[in-house]
């Protein structure tokens, strides 16, 4: 019998046979650009380290990928990452983690990293929502939606992520919803081939949680109104704000060239070491 | 064992801190990761201008969090990694003590302790963390730490930090303090070929499901990243591949209980101490600063024909219980002494107190180091 198998299957664990997202949920998209993304780069799973924190996000490398994988704590992922990359300048180094994760309790980790320009590639589910905790309000959570922890509706205002992390400081800064898995797919390309610290944020569909607190519905609902709703960065530069409301900007915030950290180090050990002789 | 590349050798005098940074530069330590406090910043300065000479890195971070998790994330693509701080940073720091812990990361943590609670007095030693330290992060785990008495013991204690960490793939504690940290004294730098470093063994197999990576109470190579190892780290729950596992009831009770193992059963290679206090009437226990303070003390009773004797605890975690029970079946009377409230004063009188007389005394004011009159009057009216 010849069992059709997964054309991305052989950069998984062979043991692991399942993952643990719900139907519908916007992470299997990822889960796929990003091993296209390497596919199509020829990069081999040996060249990376994938660091995770906590929440359903953080789960997409961990156990799934068939690489080092380092699942850590709520919200450190960036800070073990910037370990990792430093004793391994040579590797990619990528994060993949939950909105709540790095924007809220490991905020300040994201925009040091941005800063530093450390040739992290992050790529940061925004599902405007903890799904793993119970659809909790994150700081990404639109305003006025209830959730269990905003019943009345959230009165707090959300991060627009991505240029924020443009204004800390990185070298690339890309947006895209999950539907639009080309584009991401490249985006995470390009992350990947940046001497520099690359951000890559999906706006993705939790339906389980965030489809619950929004009324939006499911999958296929949250998928069409990411579709209406999204407004390409070029054409965004074009709008004034009122307009803009309730849109999803999407593109790329930043791509610029910048020293690099860990290349920065490198060059400093090297020329000491010059130096002495 | 390898032999160190690198080390000042010859006679110097200063401070223990800079002992401390030289020891970890001696033991091959090439990341360290920090955030400036007092009265630690002096081995984080010292590190950010000498590691680069020997080929290593400082990163200073955004705070102590970020500091121990990337020092985590550097042993595992293979560093040998450090980093230091005092009790404000440790208090920041033990959510990731405790992944440190879970995932059997060797790394080295340097305490120069200040007076606490909360930001207390920066530029004042105290013992405050002894107990923080071991029992600090969340869950149920054993910790080592070691405690130097002086800027030479800053220096030796730091290399023998690292290598217990590599030897039990454990992060190791040097609990300093501000008084040893800032105090000059002589320090006497070995040869680097006389000094002996434990090597980091890493597994040779590649597929991690046809190796032991973790819970092995005999303790199992490091699968360090980089090496296409495919190694599968996380602090939660995981089997012996390194693999999450949520649902076990076994899985668990290793998951927890192993690693403990780990550091029980080779109890006897970890813990040291001095023992001073054949045919002693009285023995002052003691561990870091105040054992300075201690056999002063016992050598002014001895002058007055006062049989005192010293047992000073160089290894507090993992507790070392045996030559605490021998003391207290040898020696009539314990004095306990330590620069806080009486942090380990009750561990000891659990070992102790079913043989003998167990006491405490703290400084005069907490803070201060015990003046060796003050612990002779406490010995007087023992022996009464
Ligand atoms: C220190 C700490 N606080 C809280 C938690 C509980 N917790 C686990 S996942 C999570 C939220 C995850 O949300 P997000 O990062 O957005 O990921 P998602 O599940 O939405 O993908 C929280 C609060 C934890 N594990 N550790
Ligand atoms: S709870 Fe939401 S984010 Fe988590 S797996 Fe389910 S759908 Fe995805
Ligand atoms: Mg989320």
Request: proline share 6%; net charge neutral.
């Amino acid at each position: 019998m010849n069992a059709t198998v997964h054309p991305l299957r052989k950069y998984a664990r062979p043991h692991v046979t399942r993952t643990t997202t719900c139907p519908g949920c916007g992470n299997g998209i990822a889960t796929q650009a990003i091993l296209r993304a390497i596919e199509e780069l020829d990069l081999r799973m040996d060249d990376f380290v994938f660091v995770s924190g906590i929440g359903c996000s953080a789960w997409i490398p961990s156990p799934f990928f068939a690489a080092d994988t380092l699942h850590t704590t709520h919200g450190r992922p960036v800070a073990f990452a910037t370990g990792v990359k430093l004793g391994l300048p040579e590797k990619h180094v990528m994060v993949v983690s939950g909105d709540g994760d790095l924007t809220a309790i490991g905020g300040n980790h994201l925009i040091h990293a941005a800063r530093r320009n450390i040739g992290l590639t992050v790529v940061l589910m925004n599902n405007g929502i903890y799904g793993m905790t119970g659809g909790q309000t994150a700081p990404t959570t639109p305003r006025g939606i209830s959730t269990v922890t905003s019943p009345y509706g959230s009165l707090e205002h959300s991060f627009d992520i991505a240029p924020m992390i443009v204004s800390a400081g990185a070298a690339y800064v890309a947006r895209w919803t999950t539907h639009h898995p080309r584009q991401l797919t490249k985006a995470i390309k390009k992350g990947l081939t940046k001497k520099g610290f690359a951000l890559i944020e999906v706006v993705t569909q939790c339906p389980v949680q965030f489809g619950r607190a929004s009324k939006l519905g499911g999958a296929v609902e949250i998928l069409k109104h990411f579709k209406s709703n999204s407004v390409r960065i070029e054409k965004a530069r074009k709008m004034d704000p009122a307009e803009l409301l309730g849109k999803i900007v999407v593109g790329e915030f930043v791509d610029i060239e910048k020293p690099e950290l860990s290349s920065e180090w490198t060059r400093l050990i090297h020329s000491m070491r010059e130096g002495r002789q | 064992m390898i032999k160190a590349r690198t080390a000042l050798a010859g006679t110097h005098f200063d401070m223990g801190n800079w002992a401390c940074a030289e020891g970890a530069i001696a033991a091959g330590c090439n990341f360290v990761a920090g955030y400036p406090i007092t009265p630690a910043s002096e081995v984080a300065n010292y590190m950010a201008k000498r590691l680069p000479q020997v080929g290593g890195i400082f990163l200073q971070t955004e705070d102590e969090i970020a500091a121990i998790c990337s020092v985590i994330g550097a042993s595992w693509a293979g560093c040998r990694a450090l980093t230091v701080t005092s009790g404000p940073g440790i208090s920041l720091m033990q959510e990731n003590i405790g992944f440190a812990v879970s995932t059997e990361t060797p790394i080295v943590i340097i305490d120069v302790q200040r007076l606490g609670p909360s930001t207390g007095v920066p530029s004042i030693g105290m013992a405050g963390d002894i107990v923080q330290v071991a029992r600090g992060s969340h869950g149920d785990y054993q910790i080592i730490a070691l405690c130097p008495e002086s800027p030479q013991e800053m220096f030796d204690l730091t290399i023998r930090a690292f290598n217990i960490a590599e030897t039990y793939r454990v992060p190791v504690f040097l609990m300093a303090d501000g008084f040893i940290g800032h105090m000059r004294e002589q320090i006497i730098i070995p040869p680097a070929d006389q000094i002996d470093l434990v090597e980091r063994r890493v597994p040779t197999v590649a597929d991690p499901m046809k190796r032991q990576d973790f819970l092995d109470i005999g303790v199992a190579p490091m699968p360090v990243f980089g090496k296409g190892l495919q190694a599968h780290v996380t602090s939660s729950c995981h089997d012996e591949h390194g693999m999450r596992n949520l649902t076990e009831p076994a899985v668990m009770h290793r998951y927890v209980m192993n690693p403990i193992q780990k550091i029980l059963t080779h109890r006897d290679q970890i813990v040291e101490v001095r023992e001073d206090y054949v045919n002693a009437d009285l023995v002052l226990v003691t561990y870091g600063t105040v054992s300075r303070s201690a056999r002063a003390a016992a050598r002014l009773a001895r002058n007055q024909g006062l049989r005192v004797g010293t047992l000073r605890l160089i290894t507090c975690w993992p507790f070392p219980e045996e030559a605490i029970r021998k003391a207290a079946s040898r020696v009539n009377n314990l004095l306990v002494l330590e620069n806080n409230s009486g942090q380990l004063y009750p561990y000891i009188r659990a070992e102790a107190a079913h043989a003998s007389r167990v006491e405490f005394l703290g400084p005069q004011f907490l803070g201060q180091i015990h003046d060796p009159n003050a612990i002779l009057e406490k010995v007087k009216e023992m022996l009464a």
